[in-house]
């Protein structure tokens, strides 16, 4: 995920995703551009629709301008002049209708669903870079920062805690309080001028709940519950519950703008009780709307075999989904982890019949327990794999053996492997991008060079620049080739720490292994500024400092750039002043056993984002390291 | 006699520290607070409340070219065990899987095992007046568990199994790895039931010695004139042996029918 926090993350992982296909190495065993993301269920969240632009399985978020379902399925749905092409999302009006149908069942018809939807502005980026500026700037009244910490977690957090301070309320969700929740007491802060009203709703840990998370291999696995959750602690959905009948009660009452976006939602999350409502949640009756049902009686032709379906069963694969209401399915994606053979990510199947590690009655991966996509491209024209060693999948004379075969047809039918490409071919050329069809090199936004030694353009052209006048704020300052900041700085992680830290700084084992803040600089710039190994430091750069332990390493060498030599330092991200023994306590606050030193490394970074996806850029910086008497 | 082995291949080994907490949790040793002095290292050394840990070192091979190495550290369950000859009490013994555990009720505290142990091993527990040390999860190893630390380790740099397979391993593993690596363990002190397949030349190791003996010092007076002077001293010798035979093993007795019951559950 370190290729994605540039300003050229996009084109970082299409460069590699170019090298891997000019390799030959898509769909084949041991190939592809496989991620380490930064969470577990990473790919879980972005298959459900946490991000701003896009719904669960992927569907656009409607903007403003598509009126009706009709314009957002015409806009959405791709067409091929390759006959031979599947071109999959021609099916994209089979998956809008379903999810729409999981949203609000039959409460309503579809295009009214649709209309329910929210829209965004067209054109208007609302990731999280844009939110935290619009909340600086007065334009967000509440917040819920639901297991996030944004004053850690947030590029430029000393901008993201100011913005906090002009909220009317936030409701903080998490395991413990953090950075986020006491941001108005936290340094630098008067909480006699802070409005912001705070509301801690502790939640359950993912051990206090049952559900499922799926990891990069798209490898969905139910996790079962080892201990009930602390005190007044809920799972997530449960909370969710409470809030949704009590929101609903309010429109009930009061009315308000889009009221039936609310009212007219199902909640059938478990056995109702005589009002209506639901007596407990029952979160495999998520898991099961998720799959997707039949809403209805339905005869449906598959490879010309009629099958009868009765209103209520689960759809088997998204195959069978239909674009006419009589099908549910909250993420199309998912249907078969949840059909007539119950929940296929509680299987604990160890047998491995592929014999490449395939093990595919472990749990289960989407689409259709596919273990590997795009393993059409694992087989040539004939069928023959590629890799006859380990072959993906493999035709015995009638069918595909090995892997679910991704839309391949039978061999020598012609048809192209890369079925989610309206040409069912890959890209190399890949039009549709800010920053254009290739990739190409820009340096960081902050940096050390003046010049771009391979053409003219210094930093990508089309990044969003909030440091410009009339874009961001006072806060979003840029410090480059500034003799002041003379370093390049990166930021990661250290295995005992988990994200920001809400988690493991609480955990005295880990602590004990990992108690502070550090900044990791070359031995050439510990002789130069007489830092000794072990003793705290100040690495500030334009927009904040923060105090760190000095580990002097070997491990990290000077770059020879044009002549010129340039230092790189390194911090972690996961501290922050709430576990600190320098804090002040209140009566009811609670210690940590073992205390942890520092803030957040976010206090330092840029508010600058990728050209497409505007993931922040905090993997290369500027920063000055100095003794803290020279402060 | 059947003997377990651990085998430790530092070429597998990321630095995650699994087999640290493991150890912590399983024996519920507590944490203490610490400060970053400059290394990922930490706590600094072994400690009563530390049996095992990864020692991270910065070191250059022959080339110049730089290697962070990462080592765990711990027990290394001699056959031939210094802490054991010097031991008063009978509080370190050999169990019959030939590992080195210690019964804690029984240690006295005199600290002979601090100073006798050529890996510096067992650490003394000021305010308990006694010592601590890895006895590779006995209480796991005896119902047919790894220990705590081989659970945990997500790489496989940690296994577990009996002394002939271990060694065979180590040294098919170590040949695979070619250029200096080597197994350290077997060769000394009549064997030691933790093995290393050390990636680089064994001398680079920090805190590995290369010759580790049995002082010379306890091998005379153990092995020597220990055992005459117990022949002179036998009327004592009588008093304790009837004493034990009377009041017996106490809490030894206790623990093993708790473990009986766990064992059976």
Known sequence: ?631 | MFEITKLIDVSKCTGCRGCQVACKQWNQLPAKQTLNRGTYQNPPDLEPNTWTMVMFQEASDETGALKWLFRKTGCMHCTDASCVKVCPSGALYYTNLGTVALNRERCVGCKECVSACPFEIPKYDGAADKVAKCDLCLSRIERDMTPACVKACPTGALQFGDKETMLQTAYRRAQELGGNASVYGDKFVKGTHVLYVLQEKSAIYAGLPLKPTVPLAIIVWKDLLKPLSLIAGGSMLAGTFLHYILRGPKTSDEDSDTNKREGGA
């Open chain 1, 1 to 631: 995920m370190g290729w994605t926090q540039h300003t050229v993350g996009t084109q970082n992982i299409r460069a590699m995703s170019i090298i891997q296909l000019l390799l030959g190495n898509m769909g084949i065993a041991g190939g592809g551009i496989n991620a380490l993301r930064g969470e577990s269920n990473v790919q879980g969240s972005t298959d459900h629709g946490l991000l701003f632009h896009i719904l669960p399985g992927y569907l656009k978020v409607p903007p403003a301008s598509l009126s009706t379902l009709k314009l957002y399925n015409e806009k959405y749905t791709p067409t091929t002049k390759e006959a031979s092409s599947l071109n999959w999302w021609k099916n994209y009006p089979k998956y809008s209708a379903s999810l729409l149908r999981a949203f609000y069942g039959m409460n309503t018809n579809l295009e009214e669903a649709y209309s329910y939807l929210p829209k965004i502005d067209d054109g208007v980026n609302y990731s999280w870079l844009a939110l935290f500026d619009q909340m600086y700037k007065g334009k967000i009244q509440g917040f819920f920062a639901w297991g996030m910490n944004p004053a850690v977690s947030g590029a430029n957090a000393g901008k993201v805690r100011q913005s906090l301070a002009r909220l009317d309320w936030m409701v903080n969700v998490n395991l413990f309080d953090n950075e986020t929740g006491s941001f108005w007491r936290g340094p630098g802060m008067d909480p006699e001028k802070i409005k912001t009203e705070v509301f801690m709703l502790p939640c359950a840990a993912s051990l206090e709940k049952e559900g499922s998370i799926t990891n990069s291999s798209r490898l969905m696995q139910w996790r079962f519950k080892a201990v009930s959750p602390p005190g007044k602690a809920k799972p997530d959905g449960e909370i969710m519950t409470d809030l949704f009948y009590r929101i609903n009660d309010r429109y009930e009452k009061q009315g308000g703008p889009l009221k039936e976006a609310i009212t007219k939602m199902t909640w059938n999350y478990g056995p109702k009780g005589a009002d209506g409502r639901i007596r407990y949640l029952d979160i495999h009756a998520v898991a099961k709307e998720i799959n997707g049902s039949f809403l209805e009686d339905k005869t449906i032709e598959d490879k010309g075999v009629k099958k009868e379906f009765k209103k209520g069963d689960p759809v088997p694969s998204f195959a069978f989904l239909q674009d006419d209401g009589s099908t549910s399915s909250g993420n199309w994606l998912y249907c078969n982890s949840y059909a007539d053979k119950g929940n296929m990510a509680a299987r604990r199947g160890t047998k491995d019949a592929s014999g490449i590690g395939l093990y595919s009655e472990w749990a289960w991966s989407w689409p259709v327990n596919r273990r590997i996509i795009y393993n059409g491209a694992s087989v040539d024209p004939t069928g023959r794999p590629w890799d006859v060693k380990h072959p993906v999948i493999l035709w015995d004379g009638a069918k595909w053996t090995g892997d679910v075969p991704d839309g391949v047809g039978d061999p020598g039918s012609g048809r192209p492997p890369f079925i989610m490409k309206p040409e069912g071919v890959a890209s190399i050329f890949g039009p549709g991008l800010t920053d254009g069809p290739f990739p190409e090199h820009y340096e960081p936004l902050e940096g050390p060079l003046e010049k771009n030694l391979l053409s003219h353009q210094l930093t990508n052209p089309v990044i969003k620049r909030w440091d410009k006048a009339g874009v961001g704020t006072e806060m979003d300052k840029v410090a480059s080739c500034d003799s002041r900041f003379p370093f390049v700085c990166t930021t990661y992680r250290v295995s005992e720490h988990w994200q920001t830290g809400v988690l493991t700084r609480w955990q005295p084992w880990l602590v004990e292994m990992q108690p502070a803040m550090f900044v990791e600089i070359g031995s050439e710039i510990a002789r130069e500024k007489g830092i000794k190994n072990g003793e705290t430091v100040v690495v500030k750069s334009v927009r904040g400092e923060l105090d760190a332990v000095a580990i002097v390493t070997s491990r990290f060498k000077p770059f020879k750039i044009d002549g010129k030599t340039v230092h790189q330092v390194g911090i972690p991200w996961h501290y922050g002043w709430v576990t600190t023994a320098t804090r002040k306590y209140a009566a009811n606050d609670k210690k940590p056993e073992l205390f942890t030193s520092g803030d957040a490394a976010n206090l330092l970074t840029p508010t600058i984002g990728d050209a497409n996806t505007m993931i922040p850029e905090s993997k290369a910086f500027m920063v000055n390291v100095v003794r803290k008497e020279v402060r």
